[in-house]
């Protein structure tokens, strides 16, 4: 079976999807969303907000994707098995960690003092439970506003001393910014990595981990079910981001574990919507 059409540069093909979108959120927006950020997260995203809609990625069948054909309609799996949850937070942690987080952390497979390095760490949803659990935690985030509140829940929680932060943008030169390659154990991006240049951002993260990266990006249902509007107005077939993640890792001779986390978003109208991401993670 091919494994991967080369005749595709993924990366390109991002681009050109990319150009044809919206432009990304500056950070003024997420700014005016600092204060109140992390506990919308916990609410929006939690059993309570759904009933038991999340799925950690231990408790799915993970995947390592094989091939997604050029024609863009098939996309092969190969199932593997994977047991065991390695982040069990603290009682007195869940209730201000938010189901999203726990699924995410769960599906690092920690080591016991790893150092991690959070690229669009926002307010701390994933710094603060990895900080408790005894983990030192760069924070990279272009938000004056998110870094500002991740460093005061850091200093409420007594934990300052083992999280840093960083001004840095996806986009700016990381050494320059004081994030030198192989500094951490593993690195992650969660939510943060829909850029211009998906395969730069994955270069840059890959780049500060020694051991492995992680990463969630939308399926078809994304936040902002984005795939309703693609083929109408873009006027580009539609494919979910994380399938374009995915073969950007393997044009780079990357094998990508795939699982899903899901989750029941309180709608502004207090709805409840289904909301989907890829996580994915690859050995470095």
């Known amino acids: 079976m091919q494994i991967n059409d080369r005749s595709v540069d993924w990366r390109k093909e991002w681009i050109v999807r990319s150009n044809a979108r919206n432009k990304p959120d500056d950070s003024a927006i997420w700014d005016a969303r600092s204060a109140d950020y992390a506990a919308r997260s916990v609410k929006n995203f939690s059993h309570a907000a759904g009933g ?27 199932f593997i098995s994977r047991g065991g949850d390695s982040f069990a937070a603290p009682a007195e942690m869940r209730q201000n960690t938010s189901d999203y987080a726990r699924a995410f952390l769960a599906g690092l497979d920690l080591a016991p003092g790893d150092s991690v390095f959070d690229m669009g760490s926002g307010t701390g949803a994933l710094a603060l439970p990895l900080a408790e659990r005894g983990h030192r935690v760069v924070c990279g985030d272009f938000s004056p506003g998110m870094r500002a509140a991740l460093k005061k829940r850091a200093e409420e929680s007594g934990l300052s001393h083992r999280i840093s932060v960083i001004a840095v943008r996806w986009e700016d030169d990381w050494q ?109």
């Not at 001779?253 to 991401?277: F, M, N, V």
């Open 52 to 78: 038991n809609s999340i799925v950690l990625p231990h408790e799915r069948e993970k995947t390592e994707i094989e091939n997604v054909a050029v024609d863009r309609n098939i996309f092969h799996e190969k």
């Open 176 to 284: 320059s910014a004081g994030i030198a390659p192989k500094s951490v154990d593993i690195a992650i991006a969660s939510r943060s990595i829909i850029v211009h240049d998906l395969g730069d951002a994955l270069e840059k993260l890959e780049s500060v981990a020694k051991r492995r990266a992680a990463i969630t990006i939308p399926t078809r249902f994304g936040p902002r079910a984005e795939h309703q509007v693609g083929d109408t107005v873009y006027g580009i077939p539609y494919l979910p981001d994380f399938i374009y993640a995915a073969n950007i890792l393997f044009d780079r001779g990357r094998h990508p574990e795939l699982s899903y986390i899901d989750a029941q978003k309180t709608t502004e109208c207090g709805g409840q919507r289904l909301i989907r991401w890829a996580f994915l993670r690859w050995d470095v």
